[in-house]
């Protein structure tokens, strides 16, 4: 196990140039969700030169990919056009099938952010995939197991990994990783907040706004009062609940009453059945905006995430490969205000989300300080060592079914109390 290990960071350092060469071109040509065209054919095309078969455009996105090897005894796993549906890799037991050896799949994401780009560093996360499942394949040789990297677009906001949950591409998956660069000190993610999005808009009538007001229905008002209504709400929910939005469309002149408005909005909670429930209160606020208006409403509700669920068997491993690569990684797993489509992911399939330091606390995620780091040297060195750490991993998944079989059993026992 120690010389697989050796074997796949000797990989990635080898290759340190054409990975950090890949991250920063994805980071000087940011894409945003479900547009990631150039990323994803730039990490597609860096798989299959070093000899991953590569299948674009799956779950029915143009952006999304799998790419697979079978190490060892070579098999049929994984076959192109269609999800996973085969009975090699079976959580937690070892295969019997014409592909044998469990089935280790590693998440990247590469889509970038309106006016900040890469301020979250996906074009790091993206290429630390790749980098671990090259390793892998190179370094495994005859020790059986199938290796999927799967590139997964639109994590922020579009839900690119739940759409792949629900077309089945992780069904015979036994264990998921991914690593997430960060301002702050190293950790393993724990549970993050569940969430769902709203588009409002109102449609009113346009009015001149001295002469004849009376003659109009103002759909900002509408929003305003919706906004109020829901200021209003934040004093009846549990601490856990965020509710947050802006206004993305609110006229066109101070002197025409507007007679469209649109607005964002969203609702996190730390379990996905809070949500559902605060959300429904949040509508309800959005209809009294349209009731006391005139303003005819249109809601459309984007992508629910769900919680991330914690296994602290996989985050027990890559905390110690971590912290055996010398990162300095704290000791409980911790608590994310954030939202991330990877829960869904948690969800079906034993998981475990890092997080690596790439900047000093003092940088606020999502901030233009953010995405120079995500380009920096630091950000360079937090992509191997990224990569390392999950196929360090991987390795000890592979080498031990002993481990597969514990992180599965504890999933499994997790969902169930979860019902």
Same mark, same amino acid.
């Given at each position: 196990?120690?010389?697989?290990?050796?074997?796949?960071?000797?990989?990635?350092?080898?290759?340190?140039?054409?990975?950090?060469?890949?991250?920063?071109?994805?980071?000087?040509?940011?894409?945003?969700?479900?547009?990631?065209?150039?990323?994803?054919?730039?990490?597609?095309?860096?798989?299959?030169?070093?000899?991953?078969?590569?299948?674009?455009?799956?779950?029915?996105?143009?952006?999304?990919?799998?790419?697979?090897?079978?190490?060892?005894?070579?098999?049929?796993?994984?076959?192109?056009?269609?999800?996973?549906?085969?009975?090699?890799?079976?959580?937690?037991?070892?295969?019997?099938?014409?592909?044998?050896?469990?089935?280790?799949?590693?998440?990247?994401?590469?889509?970038?952010?309106?006016?900040?780009?890469?301020?979250?560093?996906? +074009?790091?996360?993206?290429?630390?995939?790749?980098?671990?499942?090259?390793?892998?394949?190179?370094?495994?040789?005859?020790?059986?197991?199938?290796?999927?990297?799967?590139?997964?677009?639109?994590?922020?906001?579009?839900?690119?990994?739940?759409?792949?949950?629900?077309?089945?591409?992780?069904?015979?998956?036994?264990?998921?990783?991914?690593?997430?660069?960060?301002?702050?000190?190293?950790?393993?993610?724990?549970?993050?907040?569940?969430?769902?999005?709203?588009?409002?808009?109102?449609?009113?009538?346009?009015?001149?706004?001295?002469?004849?007001?009376?003659?109009?229905?103002?759909?900002?008002?509408?929003?305003?009062?919706?906004?109020?209504?829901?200021?209003?709400?934040?004093?009846?929910?549990?601490?856990?609940?965020?509710?947050?939005?802006?206004?993305?469309?609110?006229?066109?002149?101070?002197?025409?009453?507007?007679?469209?408005?649109?607005?964002?909005?969203?609702?996190?909670?730390? #379990?996905?059945?809070?949500?559902? #429930?605060?959300?429904?209160?949040?509508?309800?606020?959005?209809?009294?905006?349209?009731?006391?208006?005139?303003?005819?409403?249109?809601?459309?509700?984007?992508?629910?995430?769900?919680?991330?669920?914690? +296994?602290?068997?996989?985050?027990?491993?890559?905390?110690?490969?971590?912290?055996?690569?010398?990162?300095?990684?704290?000791?409980?797993?911790?608590?994310?205000?954030?939202?991330?489509?990877?829960?869904?992911?948690?969800?079906?399939?034993?998981?475990? +989300?890092?997080?690596?330091?790439?900047?000093?606390?003092?940088?606020?995620?999502?901030?233009?300080?953010?995405?120079?780091?995500?380009?920096?040297?630091?950000?360079?060195?937090?992509?191997?060592?990224?990569?390392?750490?999950?196929?360090?991993?991987?390795?000890?998944?592979?080498?031990?079914?002993?481990?597969?079989? #514990?992180?599965?059993?504890?999933?499994?026992?997790?969902?169930?109390?979860?019902?």
């Amino acid at each position: 196990m120690e010389d697989l290990k050796a074997r796949v960071c000797a990989v990635i350092d080898d290759l340190a140039c054409e990975f950090i060469e890949t991250s920063h071109r994805i980071h000087e040509t940011p894409e945003l969700m479900f547009k990631e065209f150039k990323s994803a054919k730039m990490l597609e095309a860096l798989l299959a030169k070093h000899g991953m078969t590569v299948e674009s455009g799956i779950a029915g996105m143009p952006t999304a990919f799998k790419a697979w090897a079978t190490t060892g005894a070579r098999g049929t796993c994984g076959a192109p056009g269609t999800p996973s549906t085969r009975t090699c890799g079976t959580p937690g037991m070892p295969s019997t099938s014409a592909a044998p050896g469990p089935t280790i799949a590693i998440l990247g994401e590469y889509d970038a952010l309106p006016g900040v780009g890469h301020a979250c560093g996906h +074009n790091i996360i993206g290429t630390s995939a790749a980098a671990a499942g090259i390793a892998l394949v190179k370094a495994l040789g005859d020790v059986p197991a199938t290796i999927a990297v799967f590139g997964c677009p639109a994590e922020e906001g579009g839900g690119g990994k739940i759409i792949m949950v629900r077309e089945g591409w992780f069904k015979g998956v036994d264990a998921a990783m991914m690593t997430h660069p960060l301002p702050g000190e190293s950790m393993i993610g724990g549970p993050n907040l569940a969430t769902t999005s709203f588009v409002v808009k109102y449609y009113g009538k346009a009015a001149h706004a001295a002469a004849s007001p009376h003659d109009g229905i103002n759909a900002l008002d509408a929003i305003m009062i919706a906004f109020t209504a829901i200021s209003y709400l934040r004093q009846q929910v549990t601490e856990d609940v965020r509710m947050h939005g802006f206004v993305a469309q609110g006229g066109e002149a101070s002197n025409i009453i507007p007679e469209y408005a649109e607005a964002r909005y969203l609702v996190r909670a730390e #379990k996905r059945a809070t949500v559902d #429930k605060i959300a429904e209160r949040v509508r309800r606020c959005f209809e009294a905006g349209a009731l006391a208006t005139g303003a005819r409403l249109e809601i459309t509700e984007g992508m629910q995430y769900s919680e991330r669920v914690v +296994n602290h068997t996989l985050a027990g491993l890559l905390r110690d490969n971590m912290r055996a690569l010398g990162i300095q990684v704290k000791d409980e797993i911790e608590k994310v205000r954030g939202s991330t489509d990877f829960g869904e992911v948690s969800q079906v399939v034993p998981a475990v +989300n890092a997080y690596l330091s790439i900047a000093p606390e003092t940088v606020a995620s999502h901030s233009h300080e953010m995405a120079e780091a995500s380009k920096s040297p630091v950000g360079d060195k937090g992509l191997l060592d990224a990569a390392k750490a999950m196929a360090m991993t991987a390795v000890d998944l592979i080498c031990d079914p002993a481990l597969l079989r #514990k992180a599965y059993d504890e999933f499994e026992s997790t969902m169930i109390r979860k019902k």
